[in-house]
């Protein structure tokens, strides 16, 4: 099986625990074990925490604004 293959086939189980199984199914040990293979095949860089933040102001920002501005 190639690389690509590999990762295929592991987002596929993944997928299938996230979207399909039911409670008594999910297996938390194999989703870790998938979740540590899928990281050595295709490794995702970290966010900068500085991107993080702007991120977070950016979305959640205007919410917590009219959220603010409601109970005033």
Known sequence: MNRDEEIRL???RL???TMEAED?????EEVIRLLKRLDELEP???PLPEKSV???W???????????????
């Open 10 to 12: 592991l987002h596929e």
């Open 15 to 17: 997928d299938y625990y």
């Open 24 to 28: 008594d199914q999910f297996d938390t």
């Open 44 to 46: 995702q860089p970290l």
């Open 54 to 56: 702007k991120k977070y």
């Open 58 to 72: 950016k979305t959640f920002g205007s919410m917590l604004r009219n959220v603010s501005a409601k109970r005033e």
